[in-house]
């Protein structure tokens, strides 16, 4: 193990030399303002390239933060921050084709970055290991944070109030936001009274906390959409990259329709990171589980294709999932993004209920609905002890593209319940698995999969780590 430690030290010094010795973060924004291009580029090619020196900061940051030796880097934790600095990659090359400009690429594109990526977390992979517990909850979560999610009243120990009828302190959830400090240790909580607050948000400090009146009650909406000319990565009503963020009693909704396609409710990118009691609601790509280890609890999720989807080691627990009536009369739950087999992500959902939204049931007869489809290569899903309604096609699963990806995903199902439940007819893809074993099955739990142990207690979310 120590040798395996040195080695991985030694490729993380390597490839952080190796990254940042390509461009700089001002080099390539100087790059991009130089290019011949940037007088005549077209909203979409911009917006491509926004979302590009964001994500390449974004990953210069998580490999700074991993080979920083006053940093208490587990294993675990780099393989974590590894893998989203290659999803950084890849989020930043879907952006141009999703948009129709993919002759332009960033110069980090052509580099070899993405091997060197892929050899580090191949060099650092580790088994999966049960975390340590404390009162039921993933050791991670600190115990300020539990002890403010187990409070009734969380609103109560607010630092600021929005309000929209200016009872609080502030009128806006970006106003509050930003004045919000950039850099604390400690719990910033931000209570957003019941009000429908129509603004698009990006939260980049750590440690914000927000907390509503209820779902429904506090809701913040948006309309972006890559119809409307946007990326999927920007289209987010609320993105939240700094890290320990914790939302609760909100509703994130995206009300550009199916017709726009890609619009995102929520979009996070916040390691360790909570959802308890929260909506999340769209259509296509509802919500986007980005990057890093994210858990959410008692929280309904609204969509028809796509609606989770990306690459975070992420665990749903007590969750409601409805499925709307979609234009081309496919729905698919999931579409999980791991292009690495050594990248610990994947999307783990456990003790769910999954039925047809209002609009869905009427026509629930004529609509195929599947448990997911193999974004890329490496997809990995699974759905364990979750009640799944008629309206699961028997086929469980749908392909994304002919044979792609059909022997390299990893997609199962363990003790599901249910008139949809049924694995009789399921696909015979190699690749799917009907899960028997507990300890197979224990992989995907809050304790192992995001190590839930070491950090979820300190949110006070209540959490099954076990099966």
Request: charged share 15%; net charge positive; proline share 4%.
């Amino acid at each position: 193990m120590a040798f395996r430690l040195l080695l991985t030290l030694f490729s993380l010094h390597f490839l952080f030399s190796s990254f940042a010795s390509c461009y700089t973060v001002n080099e390539v924004k100087d790059w991009c303002s130089q290019t011949p291009k940037s007088s005549t580029m077209n909203p979409r090619e911009k917006a491509a390239w926004s979302d590009c020196l964001e994500l390449y900061e974004q990953t210069i940051q998580k490999l700074n933060k991993t080979v920083d030796p006053n940093t208490k880097c587990s294993q675990t934790d780099a393989q974590t921050w590894l893998s989203t600095a290659l999803t950084n990659l890849e989020t930043c090359k879907a952006g141009f084709y999703e948009l129709g400009v993919s002759d332009n690429v960033l110069p980090l594109m052509s580099n070899n970055i993405t091997k060197l990526l892929s050899n580090t977390l191949s060099l650092n992979k580790v088994p999966y290991q049960e975390p340590s517990y404390k009162n039921g909850f993933p050791t991670w979560v600190r115990p300020g944070d539990r002890k403010l999610l187990q409070t009734s009243s969380p609103a109560s120990k607010a630092n600021v109030v929005v309000a929209k009828d200016g009872s609080g302190k502030y009128t806006t959830v970006n106003a509050a936001i930003s004045a919000a400090p950039k850099s604390s240790s400690g719990r910033y909580v931000i209570y957003v009274k019941a009000g429908v607050y129509d603004e698009q948000v990006e939260i980049k400090s750590n440690n914000i906390m927000l907390v509503g009146d209820g779902i429904g009650k506090t809701v913040i909406t948006g309309s972006k959409s890559v119809g409307g000319g946007t990326t999927t990565f920007r289209s987010a009503t609320v993105a939240v990259v700094g890290d320990g963020f914790i939302a609760q009693d909100m509703t994130f909704r995206n009300t550009a329709g199916a017709a726009n396609h890609q619009a995102v409710a929520l979009r996070s990118g916040s390691d360790l990171s909570v959802f308890y009691r929260c909506s999340f609601e769209g259509y296509q790509d509802t919500l986007y589980v980005h990057s890093e280890r994210q858990f959410y609890r008692e929280c309904d999720i609204y969509g028809t294709v796509d609606f989770i989807f990306c690459n975070a080691a992420v665990v749903f627990q007590n969750c409601n999932l409805y499925a709307r009536n979609p234009p081309n009369k496919v729905n698919t739950i999931t579409a999980q993004g791991r292009t690495d087999p050594n990248q610990n992500t994947g999307i783990s959902i456990h003790n769910f209920r999954v039925t047809a939204a209002s609009d869905l049931k009427p026509v629930q007869s004529s609509v195929k609905t599947y448990l997911g489809r193999p974004w890329q290569q490496y997809s990995q899903t699974v759905f364990m002890k979750t009640y799944l309604d008629s309206l699961i096609n028997p086929a469980g699963w749908l392909e994304w593209s002919g044979n792609f990806a059909l022997s390299t995903l990893y997609y199962g199902e363990y003790m599901n319940t249910g008139p949809g439940s049924s694995t009789a007819n399921r696909v015979k893809w190699s690749g799917y698995h009907v899960i028997s074993s507990a300890t197979e099955a224990s992989k995907f739990t809050v304790g192992n999969f995001i190590a839930g142990n070491s950090w979820l207690p300190s949110t006070s979310v209540p959490f099954t780590s076990t099966l």
